[in-house]
């Protein structure tokens, strides 16, 4: 069963960094894997983030582009979301997903495993 935990949320004054971190375990091809972020702040719907696909290929949401960055280490079965200049409209609950179809073609929607989530807060 494919289980992915994440860390790093906290709280963060604006202007400020913080990366996320995202271990998947039960994945043992997490390098043929397309994996993403997403957050959900109160009262709105779940928002794209970023992802990279299985190749390291990166994509992102227009309110994040040029402030936050998605890598993985396929080695650690890890994926990490930097996150700077960081806006009290990023106040939210950010989750890791995970496309368990291998060596897919990106998509913003095909997403098949989610984590927990973890919380960002920004203070103005």
């Known amino acids: 069963q494919v289980q992915l935990v994440e860390s790093g949320g906290g709280l963060v004054q604006a202007g400020g960094s913080l990366r996320l971190s995202c271990a998947a375990s039960g994945l043992t091809t997490f390098n043929r894997h397309n994996m993403g972020w997403f957050r959900q702040a109160p009262g709105k719907e779940r928002e794209f983030v970023a992802g990279?696909?299985?190749?390291?290929?990166?994509y992102y949401g227009d309110s994040v582009k040029g402030r936050f960055t998605i890598s993985r280490d396929n080695a650690k079965n890890t994926v990490y979301l930097q996150m700077n200049s960081l806006k009290p409209e990023d106040t939210a609950v950010y989750y890791c997903?995970?496309?368990?179809?291998?060596?897919?073609?990106?998509?913003?929607?095909?997403?098949?495993?989610w984590g927990q989530g973890t919380q960002v807060t920004v203070s103005s």
């Open positions: 990279i696909d299985w190749s390291g290929g990166t």
């Open positions: 997903a995970a496309n368990l179809a291998a060596y897919s073609t990106f998509s913003e929607q095909r997403y098949n495993a």
